[in-house]
């Protein structure tokens, strides 16, 4: 067995260095490649035991591809098994993200790169766009599902923590459903739901609490972002981010530019930009936001700080989760954080495009790459560069 465990880990290494290096196309295409290789090529967990850990990485706060990877580690190779495939998926993302974030410092300010970035941020207001759409329509499944959300929506313009609205929608979810469950339950569900709720006020009410609180304890130094702060914001996103990548721009918008100011609105679309652009899971923008904040320090700090709940989730939240899933508490809390993960991205959405979309051919470029993703299935890679050469279009005739 001792023998056996190195090469399981090199297995996995270069299993998921590969997959972190080709894994374009955002969660969905990087949870199929891994179907191929870990069901279908390989062999090592059974389909059923595939959609298993799928469906207990929806529970879980972060990226559900990056958290699939640190799963097959974790049944493959143990503890040793979750670092090495669940870093191996991150790194190829983090490093390409490192070097753009370089050029984009380097070459930001030249003509051509204005003209070419101007253009992808309409395209990144479209992609962002579709991605809400296609997630409400999931999320939203019933009326009061949807007024959870306008709530939300109306929460977050008018200034309020995204760690608050999240921590309430589900709060909120929990008293609307979980009471009118309970009263048609069975005393084996009733078992269920406590479970379910002390495990929600064990591991994830206290983070958000903790995440809301404790960053007023660590004042920032004059002349220079402190790299402790930058590292604990990024620790407290991972830690409670649900409904995808896109809703990390919530918090940056929030965090990032409107309390502490440390990035622009335009930085935060140029990140976004670079997201569509890498391979591997969509939050090593965080790579690209560090290294602006504080260089190359401050990319690797953001980078593992973003991660690093993932991997606590799965190698301590894994084997008691299969309980939890059962619980209608735990259910509805799901649905209500996950409506609000949604509201979040619709309102980010909103004030980036205030920025994005400035004069009649920004307008067009936007509204093209919206009708070619409602058309077709198309990487949005593709449109996002397809939005640059239109910005260069627009700065060479006019």
């Known amino acids: 067995m001792r023998r056996a465990l190195p090469q399981r880990l090199r297995a996995l290494a270069l299993l998921f260095l590969k997959l972190g290096a080709i894994s374009f196309g955002g969660p969905a295409a990087h949870i199929a490649l891994m179907e191929e290789e870990v069901v279908r090529k390989r062999q090592w967990v059974t389909r059923q035991q595939y959609l298993d850990m799928l469906g207990l990485t929806n529970l879980i706060p972060g990226p559900n591809s990056t958290e699939m990877a640190i799963s097959i580690g974790f049944m493959r190779a143990g503890w040793a098994g979750l670092l090495v495939a669940g870093a191996s998926f991150i790194v190829p993302a983090a490093l390409l993200t490192l070097a753009m974030a370089w050029a984009y410092v380097r070459f930001g300010s030249l003509r051509l790169t204005a003209s070419l970035l101007a253009g992808v941020k309409p395209a990144v207001i479209a992609v962002i766009g579709i991605a809400v759409w296609r997630l409400g329509k999931v999320a939203v499944r019933n009326v009061g599902l949807a007024a959870l959300g306008g709530l939300a929506l109306a929460a977050f313009c008018g200034k309020l923590s995204p760690l608050l609205i999240l921590a309430g929608g589900g709060l909120l979810g929990i008293l609307a459903h979980g009471f009118d469950k309970l009263r048609k339950a069975a005393s084996s569900d009733v078992g269920h739901l406590f479970a379910g709720l002390i495990t929600v006020r064990k591991w994830l009410l206290k983070p958000i609490v903790l995440a809301g609180l404790l960053p007023t304890t660590l004042a920032p130094e004059a002349g220079h972002v402190p790299l402790a702060r930058l590292g604990w914001f990024f620790l407290k996103v991972g830690a409670i981010l649900y409904g995808g990548g896109y809703v990390l721009f919530a918090f940056v918008e929030q965090g ?111 509204i093209v790459a919206l009708a070619v993703l409602w058309t077709w299935k198309i990487n949005p890679g593709w449109v996002v560069l397809g939005g640059g050469i239109g910005g260069i279009l627009v700065a060479v005739f006019r």
Request: proline share 5%.
């Open 256 to 366: 990032l530019v409107r309390d502490h100011h440390w990035l622009t609105q335009q930085q935060v679309l140029d990140a976004i930009a670079i997201g569509q652009f890498t391979p591997g899971p969509v939050l090593s923008t965080a790579t690209f936001i560090g290294y602006l904040i504080g260089g190359t320090r401050g990319a690797l700090i953001a980078t593992v700080a973003i991660f690093l709940p993932s991997f606590l989730y799965v190698g301590v939240l894994g084997p008691i989760l299969p309980r939890v899933r059962r619980s209608v508490w735990m259910a509805a809390f799901l649905d209500s954080v996950n409506v609000c993960a949604v509201a979040l991205m619709a309102g980010v959405t909103v004030r980036l495009a205030s920025d994005a979309l400035r004069g009649w051919p920004m307008w067009v470029i936007a």
